[in-house]
């Protein structure tokens, strides 16, 4: 009796079970890439725009303290500290606005003897006020308890809510002409107002004043000065 020889089923030969092992390990190596590489890319942007938007930041504020810092030494080159100066050596003639740091005084005089006949005008300012003052060749002006600019280099004294106080204000630069009302606002129930066609501080010089003792109104032009203690004016 011959025998036949029976052939194996393909599914169990040995190299069919090893191919289809190699087909599963690159499809899983396939499939692990495809998930890896979108994460790692999409990372390394998020990196990338942060790193950017920290560098922007450095940048804006490194910039914002060169102009900070730039004003600031702009200002101190400017700014005139207490002391007696004579007119002509020490600083040139011309127009300045003082700042009371305290309370403040200042005084020109037209020769250094320290004599009252000597002394042209004088002024106290309380804390927080500030003054314009013409200073001419040859005088000497003391400041006392304050600082000053020339005043094209001067800060604004304009304030924001439009209510004058303590100081005295340039009329077309620091406020508009036209009319204001008067409100007195002192704790000895007067107050002191005046109004000057310049800053030289001269009886001459004033074109009216007034001790304040309820409120009131007064009429400013261009050009003028107007000098409040212990008042505020509004429109």
């Known amino acids: 009796m011959t025998h036949e020889r029976v052939k194996k089923p ?6 069919v079970w090893l191919l289809a092992l190699i087909v599963i390990i690159a499809l899983t190596q396939c499939g692990d890439d495809e998930t890896i590489e979108p ?3 999409t990372k390394t942007e998020d990196t990338t725009l942060s790193n950017q938007t920290e560098e922007q930041d450095e940048a804006t504020n490194e910039t914002s303290d060169e102009e900070e810092q730039q004003v600031e030494e702009e200002d101190e080159d400017t700014q005139i500290k207490a002391g007696t100066y004579k007119i002509g050596t020490d600083l040139p003639a011309g127009e300045y606005l003082v ?3 305290s309370t403040a005084y200042i005084e020109s005089a037209s020769d250094s ?3 009252l006949d000597s002394i042209l005008f004088n002024d106290n300012l309380p804390n927080g006020a500030h003054s ?3 200073l001419n060749e040859g005088e000497y002006f003391k400041l006392q308890g304050g600082h000053m600019y020339p005043v094209d280099s001067a800060p604004s004294v304009v304030p924001d809510d439009g209510l004058y106080e303590n100081g005295m204000y340039k009329v077309g630069q620091d406020i508009p ?4 009302k008067v409100i007195l606002d002192s704790t000895v129930g007067m107050g002191y107002l005046e109004v000057a066609k310049d800053s030289r501080h001269q009886i001459d010089s004033i074109v009216t004043n007034e001790n304040v003792q309820a409120d009131m109104y007064i009429t400013i032009s261009e050009g003028q000065y107007i000098k409040l203690q212990d008042v505020k004016i509004q429109k």
Not at 10 to 15: A, L, S
């Open 10 to 15: 393909f599914y169990k030969r040995w190299w």
């Open 39 to 41: 994460a790692n890319e």
């Open 99 to 101: 700042f009371a740091d």
């Open 113 to 115: 003897t320290g004599e």
């Open 132 to 134: 314009y003052v013409t």
């Open 177 to 180: 002409a036209g009319e204001y």
